[in-house]
């Protein structure tokens, strides 16, 4: 995908997020971003590691500050205790009528994931993107059980009461990515059978 494609797809997923009362923060996005990137397998080429607080991506960090250069995004500062918001600068309606094709073929995936993520706190979704992370990256018996006790080890912070918690869910966002329907259709999607679940 170009790297303004890219952008649009970010930008409509911050308003989609912010349309379901998220204040997009860094990490709304980048957690969003995983799981459109990873259940999805949407083209947008961030690499992510597991990082301090789940998947992250130097690489979407560095694009978002260059989205803020170019005018696309800016920044909101937001009241005490939390970080600032993203929100779209004077360059993000060019950039959404140079790519309505993108838009409208992913359009379904991003209103899924932000439906899904947009009213999560920053902890709840360093659990599920951790969970999603363990679920596709890491090798277990894909039992609940065996993925919880994955993410507490990773995360000693994550209770594993938490953490068989964000696999039930995420192993439900799996089963109802299936219906999310495309308007070109990507056979790249993941599968439940796919998954074992």
Not at 141 to 147: A, F, G, H, V
Request: net charge positive; glycine share 4%; proline share 5%.
């Amino acid at each position: 995908m170009k790297r303004l494609q890219r952008d649009a797809v970010i930008l409509s997923l911050i308003e989609n997020l912010r349309a379901k009362r998220s204040w997009c923060g860094e990490t709304h996005i980048q957690k969003a971003t995983y799981f459109i990137q990873e259940l999805f397998r949407v083209p947008l080429e961030f690499e992510f590691v597991l990082y301090k607080h789940g998947p992250y991506s130097f690489d979407l960090s560095d694009e978002l500050t260059a989205m803020r250069a170019d005018a696309l995004l800016r920044l909101q500062p937001q009241p005490y205790p939390y970080g600032p918001s993203f929100i779209h600068g004077k360059g993000s309606k060019l950039i959404k009528k140079l790519y309505p094709k993108t838009l409208k073929k992913y359009n379904p995936i991003v209103k899924f994931v932000a439906d899904k993520l947009g009213g999560k706190g920053v902890a709840e979704l360093e659990r599920l993107a951790t969970a999603l992370y363990v679920t596709l990256e890491i090798k277990t018996d894909n039992s609940i059980e065996s993925r919880a006790q994955c993410i507490h080890k990773l995360k000693p912070h994550v209770s594993l009461e938490e953490a068989r918690d964000a696999v039930r869910v995420v192993d439900t966002f799996i089963k109802e990515s299936i219906g999310v329907e495309l308007t070109n259709h990507n056979p790249n999607c993941f599968t439940t059978s796919a998954l074992n679940i």
